[in-house]
């Protein structure tokens, strides 16, 4: 279709209110980048889905499309084999668990819907992803001690280290010796060292 023709049919116009109709940022690009098909029989095919998708949600209810999330630019840095932030695996099994909660709401349909069934059946389960970063990370995007063996062991030794410094400054603090130099009886951290305030 050349552009005067989509100019009058307000293709642009279609599109947007398409894209508000989107529930993720990917929808709403995918809508903005829609073009109409001209073939004959990719039109009818089309309209099928569509269809098909219509039927299954006036039977089905609501399709489960939260949690998606544009994950494109962390497959990209873990291809090239980059270190992922605990924040970033997290929207990765946000995504992952979306994707496969909309693949078991379709392949569960009681809706004739051969067409959309096929495209869900392609939908991919990362149950392996989904278990680890949720084992790993907890719910405030940090690196949960149970991750590994090592950083629990690591994190006790320093959660031990800083009791054993907080009560050797609590009993400097209240010695009967040092308590005329010290001028409160408080700790304060300055880049990264305990210090007690001095007279």
Do not use: W
Not at 26 to 53: I, N, Y
Not at 67 to 89: E, P, S, T, W, Y
Not at 130 to 154: F, M
Not at 179 to 193: A, C, F, H, W, Y
């Amino acid at each position: 279709m050349d552009a005067r023709t989509l100019r009058v049919l307000e293709y642009d116009a279609i599109r947007q209110r398409l894209r508000g109709h989107a529930a993720s940022a990917l929808g709403k690009e995918l809508a903005e980048r829609l073009r109409p098909a001209e073939a004959a029989a990719e039109v009818r095919a089309l309209l099928s889905e569509t269809s098909q998708a219509r039927a299954i949600l006036a039977e089905g209810g609501r399709a489960p499309l939260g949690g998606l999330h544009d994950v494109r630019a962390q497959l990209a840095n873990a291809a090239r084999g980059g270190a992922l932030a605990a924040v970033d695996l997290l929207e990765v099994a946000d995504t992952v668990y979306a994707s496969r909660r909309m693949r078991t709401f379709l392949l569960n349909t009681e809706v004739e819907a051969p067409l959309v069934v096929g495209r869900a059946s392609e939908l991919g389960v990362f149950r392996d992803i989904e278990d680890a970063v949720e084992r790993c990370i907890d719910n405030r995007g940090e690196v949960a001690d149970g991750a590994s063996a090592q950083l629990r062991t690591i994190r006790d030794r320093i959660r031990s280290l800083q009791d054993s410094i907080e009560r050797r400054l609590n009993l400097i603090l209240h010695s009967p010796q040092l308590k005329r130099m010290i001028q409160d009886l408080i700790v304060t951290v300055r880049s990264g060292r305990y210090c007690i305030p001095i007279r």
